[in-house]
């Protein structure tokens, strides 16, 4: 099973980016699914989780300004980024929950 991160790239404040995570050797539609970042100096934290049945969470700093979601027919999730902040810098990764399944990261950087 591999994953692979792309979308990343440099913008400015305000401005949007959208993730995508593309699974390959697995059926993608009974996995959930998180997208992490890694500041740097900081831990990783998830950013946002896709359940297998759609169902989505996110963590507080991005509710409102970032939309996970998924189309399995292309064994894909995505991260809608807009309204971008500095401190949205970071290195993002996608995960297969509950495994050792990572992405290989895609920088984002925001600059004022």
């Known amino acids: 099973v591999q994953l692979q991160a792309s979308g990343g790239g440099l913008v400015q404040a305000g401005g949007s980016l959208r993730l995508s995570c593309a699974a390959s050797?697995?059926?993608?539609?009974?996995?959930?699914v998180g997208w992490y970042r890694q500041a740097p100096g900081k831990q990783r934290e998830l950013v946002a989780h896709?359940?297998?049945?759609?169902?989505?969470n996110y963590a507080d700093s991005v509710k409102g300004r970032f939309t996970i979601s998924r189309d399995n027919a292309k064994n894909t999730v995505y991260l809608q980024m807009n309204s971008l902040k500095p401190e949205d810098t970071a290195v993002y990764y996608c995960?297969?929950?509950?495994?050792?399944?990572w992405g290989q990261g895609t920088l984002v950087t925001v600059s004022s």
């Open positions: 995960n297969l929950k509950f495994t050792d399944i």
């Open positions: 050797g697995t059926i993608f539609s009974i996995w959930d």
């Open positions: 896709i359940t297998s049945r759609g169902n989505t």
